[in-house]
């Protein structure tokens, strides 16, 4: 393959990075919670209930905004039912996934897991069966210093300090007809309007996500997100669904996927500069893309049904090479559009689409585990413009794409590089340049590839997969020179002369 080249600059800045991008996602979605962090039978359990083996996984993310407790599952969820002693909690129908919720975990239980592992909570309220008073109750039983009901009911709980919740989240998928409450976008900007007002007036530092279109095939695609960006004036940010898959087994065109996300983010940040500009207001929307991941093989209704069964095994996805460079392009397009997306989280942690799975007192890393790893070990500093000359290849749904994707931050001295060569065959030889500065120096450097797009990761060959240590990197006049597997992810960390 010909020579491409990447050409930075440091001045050429498209914003600062906020560490809110690597977030994740914790839905009460089959094996998620139960038998997922929680497990009080696990011999991996603490005194606490949560897996042991699992959180010390979940560290290595070291991940930040964590939402929770859906998705679809918060559109039936009435937060009262999962607070108090755990002897008198109710016992449910669980209906988004047609399995059986005991709420044994719940606010409480999940504050103490984010304050475990430095996790920023976000709490997603019901606005399809609840109502905008019960969401300002939660901010009040989660905020408030005490001396009134709810707060007071926390402190009876055992949580005498308020737990600070200052992400909220103004329900879930609202336009999307499997939604429990699903209305009209007139008709949800009303009620998530009634209940911003309220949850505001509980507490006024805490931050609002309203419920964005949630898949860009719906015809309610960038209308439903004007209509309720213009109605209510008091959100923060507008969310973001997308699920990567490759159902025509067409891999080039899989792995160009990075047009569709790319594009995605810029049609709803225009939505978010309109509406601002139509108001004429200071105060501009940004970009919550709360939910993200490969999710195709487990997407069909009989995976998604629980059958009436507590912790049932759904949607439950075994990833493959091919997805975790997919999962890279997600997160090459976040860091490439750091100035709109300010918050991301991928669906899910554990078990459900999830790049972390137990079985029995066992856990499996697939694939897709290791390139947010090798992301959030880089994320601090400011995003670069990258700019690509190289050979390029047509996907056959998602148009031309350069065969290398990247992208790039700045912390001082620090450059990190995250580069994925698409092709399948061939080596791709890349002079990685800065035009104002020197590379001088390569702190680090991690590749991921395999033997083959389709493999994976099973428990009898767990490692097949994982981020290895890279060596094809060498440094001459000032220049970088890379020579990327095919079929590859890499991270690498290099210093710079002044």
């Known amino acids: 393959m010909k020579e491409t080249t990447l050409t930075l600059h440091t001045q050429f800045q498209i914003g600062q990075m906020d560490e809110r991008v690597f977030g994740g996602f914790l839905e009460h979605m089959g094996r998620a919670v139960y038998e997922g962090v929680y497990d009080p039978k696990s011999p991996h359990a603490d005194e606490d209930g949560f897996r042991t083996d699992v959180l010390e996984v979940l560290q290595r993310w070291n991940m930040t905004a964590m939402r929770y407790p859906g998705g679809n599952f918060a559109s039936g969820y009435h937060w009262l039912d999962g607070v108090g002693p755990r002897e008198q909690r109710p016992t449910v129908l669980e209906l988004a996934w047609q399995s059986i919720e005991p709420n044994h975990f719940g606010t409480d239980e999940y504050i103490k897991l ?8 976000m709490l997603t309220v019901n606005l399809g069966t609840g109502t905008p008073e019960e969401a300002g109750r939660w901010v009040e039983y989660c905020n408030r210093p005490g001396g009134t009901k709810f707060a007071d009911l926390r402190i009876a709980n055992g949580s005498t300090a308020p737990h600070q919740v200052k992400l909220w989240c103004l329900g879930n998928e609202m336009d999307g007809p499997w939604q429990l409450g699903h209305v009209s976008a007139d008709e949800y900007a009303v009620r998530a309007q009634q209940a911003a007002k309220i949850m505001k007036d509980v507490d006024k530092s805490i931050e609002l996500v309203v419920a964005g279109t949630c898949s860009i095939s719906l015809p309610t695609y960038i209308e439903w997100d004007r209509r309720v960006l213009e109605y209510v004036s008091e959100a923060d940010y507008i969310s973001l669904h997308s699920y990567a898959g490759n159902r025509a087994d067409d891999t080039p065109d899989y792995l160009a996927i990075t047009n569709a996300i790319d594009r995605q983010i810029e049609e709803m940040d225009a939505v978010c500069r309109f509406v601002q500009a139509r108001r004429r207001s200071q105060k501009r929307a940004y970009l919550c893309f709360d939910e993200w991941n490969v999710w ?6 009989e995976f998604l049904d629980g059958d009436g069964k507590f912790a049932p095994h759904v949607a439950e996805e075994t990833y493959n090479l091919e997805d975790a460079l997919v999962v890279a392009g ?13 918050i991301a989280n991928i669906a899910q942690i554990v078990n459900a689409l999830s790049p972390i799975h137990t079985e029995g007192d066992r856990v499996l890393l697939h694939t897709t585990f290791y390139p947010f790893e090798m992301f959030s070990r880089r994320r601090d500093g400011v995003s670069l413009q990258p700019i690509v000359a190289g050979p390029t290849y047509e996907g056959q749904k998602n148009g031309e794409v350069f065969y290398l994707d990247t992208s790039a931050i700045l912390n001082d001295d620090i450059l990190h590089v995250f580069m994925t060569n698409r092709s399948l065959t061939e080596v791709m030889p890349v002079q990685v340049k800065v035009a104002d500065r020197s590379i001088v120096a390569l702190d680090s450097a991690e590749i991921l590839t395999g033997p083959d797009p389709k493999a994976v990761n099973s428990l009898e060959q ?11 990197v060498k440094i001459t006049d000032g220049l970088a020179t890379v020579a990327l597997p095919p079929c590859s992810v890499a991270a690498l960390t290099f210093r710079l002369g002044r």
């Open 114 to 121: 984010c304050r475990r592992l430095n996790w920023t909570p």
């Open 296 to 301: 195709y093989r487990t997407m069909k209704p």
């Open 330 to 342: 997600y997160l090459n397009s976040f860091v490439r559009h750091a100035d709109m997306v300010k």
């Open 462 to 472: 767990p490692h097949l997969i994982q981020s290895r240590p890279f060596q094809a």
